[in-house]
Every structure is written in C-alpha cells, then in structure tokens.
C-alpha cells in the first residue's frame, strides 16, 4: 500500500511539472520544444545492477580465475546484472527525479583494465581516467532487447581523477563515475523492434574491499530506423 501511494505522489508531481513548466507559446498554452529529427526516438532510463569478479583475461584471450598468472593478465572481466526503470524528469529543469516503473533488465560483461585494481588504494596516485569496454551487452527495455552493434564497441572511461562521488567518511565507501557509448541494434520485438542508434551511459559505481559492487546507470539511447 505504501508504495502504491508513493507512485501515486510520484506521477501527481511529475504531471505538476508538466502542467507548469512548458515554454509558452503565443497563443498563451504550453508548448514542448523539441529540435530533434522526427525520424529518431530517445528513451531514457535508470539500470540499479550489481555484479562481481569474473574472471580474467590473458593477453592471448585466454581466461584465467588467477589475477596473478604468469600469462601476465590485462583485463578483468566483471558480469552485471540488474532491472532497468523508466525515468521520471522535471521538464523546467531537465533533471532526473527518479524511477517508479520497471521497464527492463539488463546483462552485460564490462571489461577493465587491471588498473582497476589501483581503485583500492590512493586515486591521487592513478591516472585521471581509467579505460573500460564490454564483452557482453544485453539490455531489454519495453519488450525489446538490444545489443551492441560489432565494430561499433562500448569505449568506456572512469573517472577517478574527478575524485569520489561520496564523501568515503560519512558512507565508508568509494563510489567511482563511469561513463562510455556503443552502437546499438534492437531485436526484432517490443516497443523499439528493428532500431539502430547509440547508447550512452553515464553513472557510478562503487566497489566493495572484495571488490564486489553496486552500480547506477543513467542511460540514454538515441534510435532510428535504419535506411534501406
């Protein structure tokens, strides 16, 4: 009862937003503005994934459990997963609110660099950016999965030089911003089916002493039917 109340409360703010908040036209009413190409659908979302270490891989693509392999590792792989929701914006701000309705889940296989590991120590002592991409990507939203497109790869970086996103001394933990975009294909199902477009995420994630962690995504996915 009291989380059908509060997405109650939710939807009645959002629709007082969007009831006030509009550019005004000439003749007095609300207006939306929108400069985007009739031809392209943007969906916006929240993923809340967990996930943990889960492999990783040689120079020669084999795959290891040891991280100190003689192979001479180079990546960790780290599988997520978790649901996606549909997100809620103020239209006088363009500032995510929040989430009330689940829209999708998603599966993926980031891939980073064992630089990461300096994440448990000194950030000052890490370069400003860290690379990441992923091995596997599966993201369904409205009934329609999506993959990453080959030869169009997530190009990932995080950001330790912009320092926590938390202050560790009040939450005890080190959240890191990461943010990358991939070209994107949409199965043949569902809301999207048969788009092409990019996605981008932009979010953080923080890692636990075992380097378990917890991770938001903001997602943006820009769509279009593809030109025959």
């Not at 959002?14 to 609300?30: D, E, M």
């Not at 329609?144 to 939450?171: H, K, N, Q, S, Y």
């Not at 890692?207 to 996915?221: A, H, L, R, Y």
Request: charge should be negative; include cysteine; glycine fraction near 14%.
């Amino acid at each position: 009862m009291w989380n059908h109340s509060l997405r109650i409360s939710a939807c009645a703010v959002a629709t007082l937003f969007v009831s006030t908040a509009y550019a005004v036209g000439g003749n007095g009413k609300p207006q939306v503005f929108n400069p985007n190409s009739d031809a392209l659908t943007i969906t916006n979302s929240i993923s809340d994934v967990t996930g943990a270490i889960g492999g990783f891989v040689c120079p020669d693509g084999t795959i290891t459990g040891d991280p100190q392999d003689s192979c001479g590792v180079q990546t960790i792989l780290y599988p997520i997963s978790g649901p996606v929701y549909a997100t809620m914006v103020n239209p006088s701000t363009g500032e995510t609110m929040g989430a009330v309705q689940e829209e999708g889940n998603v599966e993926a296989t980031p891939a980073f660099d064992v630089s990461f590991f300096g994440l448990a120590g000194d950030w000052s002592q890490l370069p400003a950016t860290l690379p990441w991409t992923m091995k596997e990507f599966q993201m369904s939203i409205g009934g329609t999965t999506f993959t990453i497109i080959d030869g169009m790869p997530l190009t990932g970086r995080a950001f330790p030089g912009l320092g926590p996103v938390e202050d560790p001394m009040v939450t005890g933990t080190l959240a890191l911003r990461m943010a990358g975009c991939a070209g994107v294909q949409a199965d043949g199902e569902g809301r999207y089916a048969n788009k092409v477009g990019s996605l981008c995420l932009n979010g953080t994630f923080t890692f636990e002493q075992n380097f378990d962690g917890k991770g938001v995504s903001n997602c943006t996915i820009v769509l279009h039917d593809p030109v025959q």
